[in-house]
């Protein structure tokens, strides 16, 4: 069971955006920062356990060329092995700054030369895959940055070329050290996903086809692929072969998260529906193949639920925010 905590106070209302909540705990510190998206700013706030915010920061998109301030698609903290950096997109560029959002360390404007006059450009999508940060944009493409140790020598050093139409979303998870592993999943609007192998350079194992409707957000959790799409479905893919696992009808409407608690296997997802579900993940050693239970479903009554976020590795809390909503609700296992 989870209860609900003291929330969060926001300057504005998050955006109707899919994934639009972002979360970095800092046990060190007794810290967790959270990252919203409204319009051409992102609000960064820090909050001690009980949720007492004490501090908050506002970011907004580089200009770029253009008249009116470009909106912001998503903010993101990526946690590389030497550094965590906060990644920032929008329908100009992405920009990446120091965790806490003090110092900009790079900008890359999107070049719109290939976009019809019709079509929007923006970037969408980030994860963190060892030294590596990948975005995901509105051509399909998915662009790979190399993050140095330390300083602002960011490189672009590869476009992976796997999907037709805008990515959705990205997620990662460590490679095991294994050869072929699967380790990193994309995401697009025709519900298409991809299956990478990182590295130095990346490698598309396996394409998993759509039905006709999008994902707006996937994860991966010891090989198997859990995507959310947009007729409420959640479906578990062998992320290797692109076996399906698993399809439960999980919301009675479109689902925009989905995250993971690694150490226990959770999955959370949040939808449109006003509902979030917590399911508990696991192999069956007969068959290998991913079970799911049903653990938690919790109503956020009156709300168009627009982010979720565990907010620690054990999936303990978690984290809600919505659009017209002036708060980030914050809930915790009893």
Not at 188 to 208: A, N
Not at 264 to 275: C, I, N, P, R
Not at 284 to 292: A, I, K, L, Q, R
Request: charged share 15%.
């Amino acid at each position: 069971m989870f209860r609900r905590e003291r929330s969060i106070p926001l300057r504005g209302s998050a955006a109707a955006l899919c994934n639009n909540l972002s979360v970095l705990q800092l046990p060190s510190r007794n810290l967790t920062h959270f990252g919203v998206v409204h319009g051409p700013s992102a609000q960064l706030v820090s909050a001690a356990p009980e949720g007492v915010p004490l501090a908050q920061r506002q970011l907004h998109a580089k200009e770029g060329a253009g008249v009116s301030p470009p909106l912001i698609t998503q903010v993101h903290w990526c946690v590389l092995p030497f550094r965590v950096l906060l990644v920032l997109t929008s329908h100009r560029g992405i920009q990446m700054y120091e965790s806490d959002g003090s110092v900009m360390v790079y900008w890359h404007a999107l070049d719109s030369g290939d976009a019809s006059p019709v079509q929007a450009v923006f970037a969408r999508g980030i994860a963190a895959s060892g030294h590596f940060i990948c975005v995901g944009t509105w051509s399909g493409r998915i662009l790979v940055f190399d993050i140095p140790a330390k300083g602002p020598n960011i490189v672009l050093s590869e476009e992976l070329a796997g999907h037709q139409t805008p990515v959705t979303d990205i997620a990662t998870e460590p490679a095991q050290g294994q050869d072929c592993v699967a380790d990193m999943v994309t995401a697009d609007d025709s519900g298409l996903l991809c299956v990478w192998r990182s590295g130095p350079e990346f490698k598309l194992l396996t394409r998993i086809p759509g039905f006709g409707v999008p994902c707006p957000s996937v994860q991966l959790w010891h090989g198997t692929v859990a995507a959310g799409y947009g007729d409420g479905q959640v479906r578990l893919y062998e992320a290797g072969t692109g076996t399906l696992h698993v399809q439960i009808s999980a919301h009675a409407r479109a689902i925009c998260a989905l995250d993971l608690a690694p150490e226990v296997g959770k999955l959370l997802s949040a939808a449109e529906d006003t509902f979030v579900h917590i399911w508990k993940l696991s192999r069956s050693p007969e068959s290998g193949y991913t079970e799911v239970e049903h653990c938690h479903g919790e109503c956020v009554p009156d709300t168009q639920v627009c982010g979720a976020r565990f907010c620690d590795p054990s999936g303990s809390s978690f984290a809600v925010t919505g659009y017209d909503l002036a708060e980030i609700l914050r809930f915790s296992s009893v």
